[in-house]
């Protein structure tokens, strides 16, 4: 289905991919693994053209090829991608995520089937439809950013490293999760450093180092590869003297390179996309999640599509959650329902602060705020070459 062609990717002078070549099929789950900077998300990025960096070679879906195509040209294709750091709308609920992740235009026909499959994928999500986003666990919001990318009704779903900052007992349901959005017949292609999760529910994967893929093979035999347990699985395949049939041994996870200043950050790409929530004359954007945002910032995949009759405005739907949001619970955000303890404490990933506004209208109105200033910012950057 997916086939990826001597993929490679480079940021100014520096070669992050290098000629990366690798196939996900109907049904199939494949998984990324490497060490920090090793060019994971690089790859998924190029692959969902959201990349920064020069991009050569080809990603094939379907026989067409998507490198050089726009990020909602490819969820029209059939992409969606969870990106590191969810990208969910904190200040929404969980319907109204879902619904804006319908926007693509192979989705908007049958928006309420989509919806229908989602909820029965992760029925947790149908029974807190109502639920304000921010207010659910690391495990739920990870649950609810997985299923805003399949409302685009895609054929191949990209996560980048969905268990980050996950306990767990947490990531061992997004594993589950994963598995069972691979029964409805999606193909994944996983990037983690959870490889032992990740490799229990892969069927295949592939081994990255410094840009280059050095081995592949089915999930089982790297699970059981001395030196892919040593490396990623913390084995002491070093000792037996083993060693694994890529061109070189697997290194062990390194402290990340320092990421040079070589283009606009991408939370401020996906603000810049997002201007069109204050700006209701525009056309609305397509929402496919582009980067990890630090706050609970809204997130698109890129250039506004052309204004299609049947098209949501964006606007609108934060007017309409603003108005359902107000109505729900006035200036306090709504409690959280009680979960039960999770094993370990550290695993969720902190919140943003949230300043105290007198209600959610203006909380709304800060994020809107927060969101121009940002495009903004985008729009008058002139990258250093
Ligand atoms: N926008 C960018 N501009 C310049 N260099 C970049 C950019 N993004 C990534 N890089 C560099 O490319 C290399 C690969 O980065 P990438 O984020 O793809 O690695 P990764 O395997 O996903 O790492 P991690 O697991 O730490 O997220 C790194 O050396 C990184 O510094």
Known sequence: MLDVRNLSVSYGKHRALDGASL????????????????????????????CEGRVSGEALLENSDLVGEKPHKIVEAGIALVPEGRGVFG??????????????????DDEAGNLQRVLSLFPKLGERRKQTVRTMSGGEQQMVAIGRAMM???????????????????CKDLFESLRVVKQAGLGIL?????????????DRGYLLENGTIVHEDDAERLANDPAVQKAYLGGSGAATGAKRPGP?????????????????????IAAAAMKSVSAPARPAPPVQPAAPAPKPTPVTNGAAPAPKPNAPNIADMVAKANAASSRRNGAAPAPKPATPPQPTAPARPAQPAIPDFASSSDRLRAMIEEIEAAARRAETYKPRR
Do not use: H, W
Request: proline fraction near 9%; hydrophobic fraction near 40%.
């Open 190 to 202: 996983l990037v983690e450093q959870n490889a032992k999760q990740s490799l229990r529910i892969a």
């Open 248 to 268: 070189t041994q697997a290194s062990m996870p390194k402290p990340s390179a320092p990421r040079p200043a070589a283009g606009p950050k991408p939370s401020d």
């Open 91 to 108: 200040d929404l609920t969980v319907e109204e995520n879902l619904t804006l992740g319908a926007y693509a235009e192979r989705a908007r």
């Open 152 to 170: 685009s009704n895609p054929s191949i779903l990209a996560l980048d490293e969905p268990s980050l900052g996950l306990s767990p007992l947490l």
């Open 23 to 50: 196939r996900v099929g109907k049904g199939e789950i494949v998984v990324i693994l490497g060490a920090n900077g090793a060019g994971k998300s690089t790859l998924l990025k190029a692959v969902c053209g959201i």
